[in-house]
């Protein structure tokens, strides 16, 4: 399972509410670029429905950009969350998809295991006095949830999973899922199921199961009807381990507005994307080369790593408009070039660069830039463009390290952006 998409502001609102004291500082972990750790948080009174009432069916709570994740008594619940930010109010929009194991024990023993140096302090009416401490785990047993049958849920590496492990005893025909709250259920072309909600999707591909003391693979498939999905495996010896891999995709980005315009993947499996926002509070880690907006909307630059982490993002431009609307990768993803427009007259430019000043007043010229593929430093950036109003569409870049350029022009001025013998 692990996290990606495009936009969303984080709150936790509706039927489930909480405010909290970090043990370590928000701020201080943005300053050194860190993030909240992916990993199940307990429930020690800090969970609240929308009266206020302790939430005492819920056990932990596990959160991403866009997306909390709540389990207790043998089920899963996804809420996603959209929050825009205005000069007056915020406009909050939430969707919540329930996931329950029918037929299973919600009484089932709960073993938390694999405890962080991570942990939350509260102080809130509901909870104790003096606070209380909500520790962190990366791992969560469900023990008999069906008979002989355990539901683990583990964080491994930026991705959370879990398994089945059907023991002798267990029958597999036991395991039943009911998905309350998508709007559509369905099996994909590869075997995996597809739950589809207005604020996001949740896909499980195909499973994967094993007999857990040899390792040796046993034929599995989903099988889904009226909204609940169970699972089909061949004979096996001992104890049966299903491990279904699960992953969503969701929103991410600030208070504000964010677009996402371009994403290439690189050689070892990572996916870049580029594109604008008028928030100044992206998750921007890593060292960046810019990590404030500068003006109404900037350029951004992210990138994630193969199991969908962000790696980084940055900010680029000055206090005018920028955006960035297209991107290249080089073959060995060690150069990312960005090109879009911009009306922002500083934070642009390169020294030595092609057009070191905006070439216009009041008007937008084409820009092109290129970074590390870190996103720490700027190898160069130039603007590119005459006295009319032009914008970078595409960009592309070859092995000798050549890049190219395209878009359009209002220009007539032939010497600003005409050079060499040109076809026109």
Same mark, same amino acid.
């Given at each position: 399972?692990?996290?990606?998409?495009?936009?969303?502001?984080?709150?936790?609102?509706?039927?489930?509410?909480?405010?909290?004291?970090?043990?370590?500082?928000?701020?201080?972990?943005?300053?050194?670029?860190?993030?909240?750790?992916?990993?199940?948080?307990?429930?020690?009174?800090?969970?609240?429905?929308?009266?206020?009432?302790?939430?005492?069916?819920?056990?932990?709570?596990?959160?991403?950009?866009?997306?909390?994740?709540?389990?207790?008594?043998?089920?899963?619940?996804?809420?996603?969350?959209?929050?825009?930010?205005?000069?007056?109010?915020?406009?909050?929009?939430?969707?919540?998809?329930?996931?329950?194991?029918?037929?299973?024990?919600?009484?089932?023993?709960?073993?938390?295991?694999?405890?962080?140096?991570?942990?939350?302090?509260?102080?809130?009416?509901?909870?104790?006095?003096?606070?209380?401490?909500?520790?962190?785990?990366?791992?969560?047993?469900?023990?008999?949830?069906?008979?002989?049958?355990?539901?683990?849920?583990?964080?491994?590496?930026?991705?959370?999973?879990?398994?089945?492990?059907?023991?002798?005893?267990?029958?597999?025909?036991?395991?039943?899922?009911?998905?309350?709250?998508?709007?559509?259920?369905?099996?994909?072309?590869?075997?995996?199921?597809?739950?589809?909600?207005?604020?996001?999707?949740?896909?499980?591909?195909?499973?994967?199961?094993?007999?857990?003391?040899?390792?040796?693979?046993?034929?599995?498939?989903?099988?889904?009807?009226?909204?609940?999905?169970?699972?089909?495996?061949?004979?096996?010896?001992?104890?049966?381990?299903?491990?279904?891999?699960?992953?969503?995709?969701?929103?991410?980005?600030?208070?504000?507005?964010?677009?996402?315009?371009?994403?290439?993947?690189?050689?070892?499996?990572?996916?870049?994307?580029?594109?604008?926002?008028?928030?100044?509070?992206?998750?921007?880690?890593?060292?960046?080369?810019?990590?404030?907006?500068?003006?109404?909307?900037?350029?951004?630059?992210?990138?994630?790593?193969?199991?969908?982490?962000?790696?980084?993002?940055?900010?680029?431009?000055?206090?005018?408009? &920028? !955006?960035?609307?297209?991107?290249?990768?080089?073959? =060995?993803?060690?150069? #990312? +070039?960005?090109? *879009?427009? /911009? @009306? $922002?007259?500083?934070?642009?430019?390169?020294?030595?660069?092609?057009?070191?000043?905006?070439?216009?007043?009041?008007?937008?010229?084409?820009?092109?830039?290129?970074?590390?593929?870190?996103?720490?430093?700027?190898?160069?950036?130039?603007?590119?463009?005459?006295?009319? &109003? !032009?914008?970078?569409?595409?960009?592309?870049?070859? =092995?000798?390290?050549? #890049? +190219?350029?395209? *878009?359009? /022009? @209002? $220009?007539?001025?032939?010497?600003?952006?005409?050079?060499?013998?040109?076809?026109?």
């Amino acid at each position: 399972m692990y996290f990606n998409g495009t936009k969303c502001q984080l709150l936790l609102l509706s039927c489930f509410m909480s405010a909290s004291l970090l043990a370590k500082d928000v701020k201080t972990l943005n300053a050194q670029g860190l993030q909240k750790p992916l990993t199940f948080i307990e429930n020690k009174g800090q969970v609240l429905d929308g009266n206020n009432h302790s939430r005492k069916d819920i056990q932990f709570r596990l959160a991403t950009n866009g997306l909390s994740l709540f389990l207790g008594k043998s089920s899963l619940h996804y809420q996603f969350r959209n929050i825009k930010h205005t000069d007056k109010s915020a406009d909050i929009n939430s969707y919540q998809m329930n996931v329950t194991l029918l037929g299973a024990d919600p009484n089932a023993k709960m073993v938390a295991s694999d405890q962080q140096e991570y942990y939350e302090n509260y102080f809130l009416d509901q909870t104790a006095t003096d606070g209380v401490t909500a520790h962190a785990y990366n791992k969560v047993t469900y023990c008999n949830v069906y008979p002989n049958i355990d539901w683990v849920l583990y964080v491994k590496g930026n991705n959370v999973e879990y398994d089945f492990v059907v023991r002798p005893g267990g029958n597999v025909n036991d395991i039943k899922i009911k998905y309350d709250g998508a709007t559509t259920l369905a099996m994909t072309a590869n075997g995996g199921i597809l739950a589809t909600t207005p604020m996001g999707d949740v896909t499980e591909k195909h499973p994967v199961a094993f007999e857990t003391a040899t390792g040796k693979s046993v034929a599995s498939k989903f099988s889904v009807h009226d909204n609940v999905v169970s699972f089909e495996t061949g004979n096996y010896n001992g104890s049966l381990t299903i491990d279904p891999f699960l992953n969503w995709s969701t929103y991410i980005g600030g208070g504000n507005e964010d677009r996402v315009t371009a994403l290439k993947c690189g050689p070892g499996g990572e996916t870049y994307a580029c594109g604008y926002t008028a928030s100044t509070d992206l998750p921007v880690s890593g060292g960046p080369y810019q990590s404030s907006n500068n003006g109404s909307h900037d350029a951004f630059l992210a990138r994630y790593n193969s199991g969908g982490a962000l790696a980084f993002t940055t900010y680029f431009g000055g206090t005018g408009n &920028d !955006e960035a609307l297209a991107m290249a990768v080089s073959n =060995a993803a060690t150069r #990312v +070039y960005l090109t *879009g427009r /911009t @009306t $922002s007259t500083t934070s642009i430019a390169s020294g030595g660069a092609y057009h070191t000043a905006l070439s216009g007043s009041g008007t937008s010229d084409m820009f092109l830039v290129r970074f590390n593929n870190t996103g720490t430093a700027r190898s160069f950036g130039t603007y590119i463009g005459g006295t009319g &109003d !032009e914008t970078g569409y595409a960009v592309a870049c070859d =092995a000798s390290g050549n #890049v +190219y350029v395209g *878009g359009v /022009t @209002t $220009s007539s001025t032939a010497s600003t952006i005409v050079a060499g013998t040109p076809y026109q």
